[in-house]
């Protein structure tokens, strides 16, 4: 049982009964409304959270069975309990029949009545918790079946589906925003692999952490090894690996990653011992591979050994017909999540949407109607400085200058640090170190 027990809508027409209930239910730690007439309970059930229903059968007018429907069309996760001294089995089949969770004949013993709230509790709890995971798949399901029917995004789809049986590693690339990892989660459900899609950023993990990250290790392996512990690679056993942001990762790791794409094995650091692997690897960035293979921060063996089969994701602005179904799929979505009222954008703001130049792309968009959706506030105006820099005579504190930039790119790219990189012009590793320097 609880600690703090259970809410309970108590309906009781007897008032001798309903007394005693009440004491018994309240002695239990259970926090108790009684009420004595079926309208007196729909009133409650309409105005409060109730996680339990303890409902007599025969009322002095008529029996329960209204309040019992009402309350599960209303409620579908309500622990329901009906007792009567009519203890007829037709009285039991039609209470759960509408819906009841037990059925308690009278008269009963203290403790019985105890282990009848805390079953119809645990079916309680069970159907909460199967709305939560009902609720999630949905929201993931909405997120990987991606809005947009522009001809840029029909070309997108057709391409995913054509390759996504096909065995072979895919570089996915685009701006930051443009949902490059919904596109991996795209190919990994349709390719049929039963095993998990698993995502990696590798410019968001140290330098130092990377290699047992990537590639798992032995007990003993190195200063704080205690336990042996599988990699990502391992991990993603029979399904998908997503390196995000690839082009981070450092070079001495891109050769150990080369191999293992070559040769389908792994091996785990301080062991000799090769793993034989199933999996399917995609990587995705924002950045121009071979301008960093020219500039010898990426293997060019490895670029071509992961551009098997390149797809790029349109920036937003490519495909600006896709700006309507967006913002209305992200205002219901965003409405869901905080039981909100869903919002109605305006002509105007609108036009608005569909003139803005959006350089956070789709992420920017979401950030957008997220924030309207709590604040009814439409904000387009981009991070900018003044042309024609003047440097103050006094000077300048560049330390704070540089720390309010920092904190504009974050709110701008809601918290999303890759994104507020690439705002402000720096690596992110670069943004790491200036932001956590600020103690942001």
């Given at each position: 049982?609880?600690?703090?027990?259970?809410?309970?809508?108590?309906?009781?027409?007897?008032?001798?009964?309903?007394?005693?209930?009440?004491?018994?239910?309240?002695?239990?730690?259970?926090?108790?409304?009684?009420?004595?007439?079926?309208?007196?309970?729909?009133?409650?059930?309409?105005?409060?959270?109730?996680?339990?229903?303890?409902?007599?059968?025969?009322?002095?007018?008529?029996?329960?069975?209204?309040?019992?429907?009402?309350?599960?069309?209303?409620?579908?996760?309500?622990?329901?309990?009906?007792?009567?001294?009519y203890g007829s089995i037709d009285h039991a089949v039609e209470a759960m029949k509408m819906g009841a969770d037990d059925y308690l004949p009278k008269p009963f013993q203290k403790q019985t009545m105890l282990l009848a709230i805390d079953k119809a509790a645990r079916a309680h709890q069970l159907k909460e918790d199967n709305r939560r995971l009902s609720d999630q798949i949905q929201q993931q399901g909405a997120l990987i079946d991606m809005v947009g029917s522009s001809a840029a995004m029909r070309s997108l789809f057709d391409r995913v589906e054509r390759i996504s049986a096909i065995n072979?590693?895919?570089?996915?690339?685009?701006?930051?925003?443009?949902?490059?990892?919904?596109?991996?989660?795209?190919?990994?459900?349709?390719?049929?692999?039963?095993?998990?899609?698993?995502?990696?950023?590798?410019?968001?993990?140290?330098?130092?952490?990377?290699?047992?990250?990537?590639?798992?290790?032995?007990?003993?392996?190195?200063?704080?090894?205690?336990?042996?512990?599988?990699?990502?690679?391992?991990?993603?056993?029979?399904?998908?690996?997503?390196?995000?942001?690839?082009?981070?990762?450092?070079?001495?790791?891109?050769?150990?990653?080369?191999?293992?794409?070559?040769?389908?094995?792994?091996?785990?650091?301080?062991?000799?011992?090769?793993?034989?692997?199933?999996?399917?690897?995609?990587?995705?960035?924002?950045?121009?591979?071979?301008?960093?293979?020219?500039?010898?921060?990426?293997?060019?063996?490895?670029?071509?050994?992961?551009?098997?089969?390149?797809?790029?994701?349109?920036?937003?602005?490519?495909?600006?017909?896709?700006?309507?179904?967006?913002?209305?799929?992200?205002?219901?979505?965003?409405?869901?999540?905080?039981?909100?009222?869903?919002?109605?954008?305006?002509?105007?703001?609108?036009?608005?949407?569909?003139?803005?130049?959006?350089?956070?792309?789709?992420?920017?968009?979401?950030?957008?109607?997220?924030?309207?959706?709590?604040?009814?506030?439409?904000?387009?105006?981009?991070?900018?400085?003044?042309?024609?820099?003047?440097?103050?005579?006094?000077?300048?504190?560049?330390?704070?200058?540089?720390?309010?930039?920092?904190?504009?790119?974050?709110?701008?790219?809601?918290?999303?640090?890759?994104?507020?990189?690439?705002?402000?012009?720096?690596?992110?590793?670069?943004?790491?170190?200036?932001?956590?320097?600020?103690?942001?």
């Amino acid at each position: 049982m609880s600690r703090d027990g259970f809410q309970i809508l108590l309906l009781e027409d007897d008032p001798t009964q309903r007394e005693l209930l009440t004491k018994m239910m309240s002695d239990a730690g259970h926090r108790v409304k009684a009420v004595g007439d079926a309208h007196t309970a729909l009133v409650q059930l309409n105005n409060h959270h109730w996680q339990i229903l303890f409902s007599d059968w025969k009322l002095a007018l008529g029996d329960a069975s209204e309040v019992i429907r009402s309350a599960r069309a209303r409620i579908p996760t309500l622990g329901i309990i009906v007792a009567t001294a009519y203890g007829s089995i037709d009285h039991a089949v039609e209470a759960m029949k509408m819906g009841a969770d037990d059925y308690l004949p009278k008269p009963f013993q203290k403790q019985t009545m105890l282990l009848a709230i805390d079953k119809a509790a645990r079916a309680h709890q069970l159907k909460e918790d199967n709305r939560r995971l009902s609720d999630q798949i949905q929201q993931q399901g909405a997120l990987i079946d991606m809005v947009g029917s522009s001809a840029a995004m029909r070309s997108l789809f057709d391409r995913v589906e054509r390759i996504s049986a096909i065995n072979t590693t895919v570089l996915i690339q685009g701006e930051s925003g443009t949902g490059k990892e919904l596109v991996a989660q795209r190919i990994h459900r349709l390719s049929g692999r039963d095993g998990p899609f698993i995502a990696l950023n590798c410019g968001a993990i140290p330098d130092a952490l990377a290699e047992s990250e990537l590639f798992g290790h032995e007990k003993g392996a190195f200063t704080g090894a205690h336990s042996a512990r599988a990699g990502k690679l391992e991990a993603a056993q029979g399904g998908t690996l997503l390196l995000d942001e690839i082009g981070e990762l450092p070079l001495n790791l891109q050769t150990r990653l080369l191999r293992v794409l070559q040769e389908g094995k792994v091996t785990r650091i301080g062991s000799h011992k090769e793993i034989d692997l199933d999996i399917r690897v995609v990587a995705a960035t924002n950045r121009d591979l071979l301008q960093e293979v020219d500039a010898g921060r990426f293997r060019q063996d490895l670029y071509y050994r992961l551009n098997v089969i390149p797809v790029t994701t349109p920036a937003l602005k490519d495909r600006s017909e896709d700006i309507p179904a967006l913002a209305e799929h992200f205002i219901r979505h965003f409405s869901t999540k905080y039981r909100l009222p869903t919002p109605k954008l305006a002509v105007a703001e609108m036009n608005a949407l569909r003139s803005h130049s959006w350089p956070g792309n789709v992420r920017e968009l979401s950030n957008c109607m997220e924030r309207f959706v709590l604040l009814q506030e439409l904000d387009l105006q981009p991070i900018s400085c003044q042309g024609g820099i003047i440097l103050p005579e006094a000077g300048l504190n560049w330390e704070q200058v540089e720390r309010e930039y920092l904190q504009a790119a974050l709110e701008r790219a809601g918290g999303n640090r890759t994104e507020a990189a690439r705002l402000l012009g720096l690596g992110y590793k670069a943004f790491l170190y200036r932001s956590e320097k600020h103690g942001l």
